[in-house]
């Protein structure tokens, strides 16, 4: 065999296209046979890893295919640096043949060197082989090979992909990674780092409630809440309420949610932990956004919540926790006097104590994020004597600051 091996590396070089691709293509169908235990001569071993290296960067494309899928069996995984390994993912991500790009992504081994090559395919202009990367990534890789962000944005680019096949594959993607999780959509959110991608998870959730059938039971233990469960919660009721006629949102929601007065224990229960704060705050803000999908018609409970938020709005400086919070005043009082009377109110007591207090830029961009809020959504007009007191007082003061930050939120209002 090595006296045959020799003379077809030698018709690798001939000048015509015809011999070169018919002499890859038979050491094609040689170098698949090869096993750990296959000897050559070292220098025909030598001279037929320079032959196809040449070959792959041929200028005939079927001339490249065959050579790649006669170089691909003799690459070696284990060592980045290895001359095929090298050879065979240059063609893969610059080859201008989708065939050979396609023939090398179905070829090329899976390693920690070559997983960032394989998913890197999952935006190749060629919709045939976007698909082929997620048929591989499905087929050869778990999860906890890839980042959480790789993850999020191999996903996320699969299910926004205009070609409707490549979408498909996807979606088989996350149903194959789901599974490896037991189908435990919290243990799936593990590997997404959702407070770092929580607005590129939403999606992604929201396409596995589209084939994945969710049981009320799985919310019950509130002792489980961490920020992969509260997502979960949060997303799941959001989709309920795009997809369901309200008839059943209202079963639903009485099954999956506590009552108010439970979900403010749970509040406030997470805002007083010793979560780092990241954590702490991210499952706040899911079970804020629980609130606005409750039943407030329970006078006491609609009275605890109402102090909850009133509290929350006092002592926050976190932007996004006190835009929750109004929100859910929002939802609770239909009349624009009666929540934005309360807001007002907590606005002039943050500002009365602005200078008393030892973090002075915190509070007053706390202040000012407030006051935006409010003049998003207050029905009051700009002459009314206290929107001329808070123009006066908090808004112009509040641009012409010399702090950044604040004359920032100032200019905004």
Same mark, same amino acid.
């Given at each position: 065999m090595e006296c045959f091996v020799g003379y077809l590396v030698q018709l690798c070089c001939a000048k015509d296209r015809t011999v070169r691709f018919r002499a890859c293509q038979m050491l094609a169908g040689i170098t698949t046979t090869f096993t750990q235990d296959t000897q050559l001569d070292e220098m025909i071993q030598e001279e037929l890893f320079e032959r196809l290296h040449e070959r792959v960067r041929d200028k005939v494309a079927k001339v490249r295919l065959m050579a790649s899928k006669?170089?691909?069996?003799?690459?070696?995984?284990?060592?980045?640096?290895?001359?095929?390994?090298?050879?065979?993912?240059?063609?893969?991500?610059?080859?201008?043949?989708?065939? =050979?790009?396609?023939? !090398?992504?179905?070829?090329?081994? =899976?390693?920690?060197?070559?997983?960032?090559?394989?998913?890197?395919?999952?935006?190749?202009?060629?919709?045939s082989i976007r698909k082929k990367s997620y048929v591989v990534l499905r087929e050869k890789i778990s999860m906890d090979k890839i980042t959480p962000n790789k993850i999020v944005f191999i996903i996320n680019t699969g299910l926004s992909d205009l070609d409707g096949s490549?979408?498909?594959? $996807? !979606?088989?993607?996350?149903?194959?990674?789901?599974?490896?999780? &037991? %189908?435990?959509? =919290?243990?799936?959110?593990?590997?997404?780092?959702?407070?770092?991608?929580?607005? =590129?998870?939403?999606?992604?959730?929201?396409t596995i409630f589209q084939f994945k059938k969710?049981?009320?039971?799985?919310?019950?233990?509130?002792?489980?809440?961490? $920020?992969?469960?509260?997502?979960?919660?949060?997303?799941?009721?959001?989709?309920?309420?795009?997809?369901?006629?309200?008839?059943?949102?209202?079963? !639903?929601?009485?099954?999956?949610?506590?009552?108010?007065?439970?979900? $403010?224990?749970?509040?406030?229960?997470?805002?007083?932990?010793?979560?780092?704060? &990241? %954590?702490?705050?991210?499952?706040?803000?899911?079970?804020?956004?629980? $609130?606005?999908?409750?039943?407030?018609?329970?006078?006491?409970?609609?009275?605890?919540?109402?102090?909850?938020?009133?509290?929350?709005?006092?002592?926050?400086?976190?932007?996004?926790?006190?835009?929750?919070?109004?929100?859910?005043?929002?939802?609770?009082?239909?009349?624009?006097?009666?929540?934005?009377?309360?807001?007002l109110s907590v606005i002039n007591l943050k500002y009365q104590s602005a200078d008393e207090n030892t973090d002075y830029s915190k509070t007053w961009t706390s202040i000012l994020s407030i006051v935006y809020k409010f003049l998003e959504h207050t029905q009051k007009k700009a002459t009314d004597s206290d929107m001329l007191e808070l123009l006066s007082t908090i808004i112009i003061p509040g641009s012409n600051n010399i702090v950044p930050a604040i004359h920032e939120k100032g200019l905004k209002c």
């Amino acid at each position: 065999m090595e006296c045959f091996v020799g003379y077809l590396v030698q018709l690798c070089c001939a000048k015509d296209r015809t011999v070169r691709f018919r002499a890859c293509q038979m050491l094609a169908g040689i170098t698949t046979t090869f096993t750990q235990d296959t000897q050559l001569d070292e220098m025909i071993q030598e001279e037929l890893f320079e032959r196809l290296h040449e070959r792959v960067r041929d200028k005939v494309a079927k001339v490249r295919l065959m050579a790649s899928k006669a170089l691909a069996p003799l690459q070696d995984t284990s060592d980045p640096d290895d001359p095929a390994l090298v050879s065979l993912l240059n063609a893969m991500s610059k080859d201008p043949s989708s065939e =050979v790009r396609k023939c !090398i992504l179905n070829r090329i081994g =899976v390693s920690s060197s070559t997983i960032s090559d394989i998913w890197a395919r999952c935006t190749d202009i060629d919709p045939s082989i976007r698909k082929k990367s997620y048929v591989v990534l499905r087929e050869k890789i778990s999860m906890d090979k890839i980042t959480p962000n790789k993850i999020v944005f191999i996903i996320n680019t699969g299910l926004s992909d205009l070609d409707g096949s490549v979408k498909s594959e $996807c !979606i088989e993607l996350i149903k194959v990674w789901l599974k490896s999780q &037991s %189908n435990d959509v =919290v243990k799936f959110l593990k590997y997404l780092n959702v407070v770092e991608n929580e607005l =590129v998870v939403t999606p992604i959730l929201k396409t596995i409630f589209q084939f994945k059938k969710i049981e009320n039971s799985e919310f019950i233990n509130s002792d489980e809440i961490n $920020c992969e469960f509260s997502l979960f919660w949060r997303v799941y009721c959001e989709w309920i309420v795009e997809t369901k006629p309200f008839t059943e949102q209202d079963e !639903i929601f009485q099954d999956i949610l506590p009552d108010m007065m439970n979900l $403010c224990e749970l509040i406030s229960k997470f805002r007083e932990s010793q979560e780092l704060d &990241s %954590n702490r705050f991210f499952v706040v803000y899911q079970l804020l956004s629980l $609130c606005s999908l409750l039943d407030y018609a329970d006078e006491i409970g609609r009275r605890e919540t109402t102090n909850l938020m009133m509290n929350i709005i006092k002592t926050s400086d976190n932007e996004r926790e006190l835009r929750l919070s109004i929100d859910v005043l929002i939802n609770i009082y239909s009349s624009n006097e009666e929540w934005g009377d309360k807001v007002l109110s907590v606005i002039n007591l943050k500002y009365q104590s602005a200078d008393e207090n030892t973090d002075y830029s915190k509070t007053w961009t706390s202040i000012l994020s407030i006051v935006y809020k409010f003049l998003e959504h207050t029905q009051k007009k700009a002459t009314d004597s206290d929107m001329l007191e808070l123009l006066s007082t908090i808004i112009i003061p509040g641009s012409n600051n010399i702090v950044p930050a604040i004359h920032e939120k100032g200019l905004k209002c």
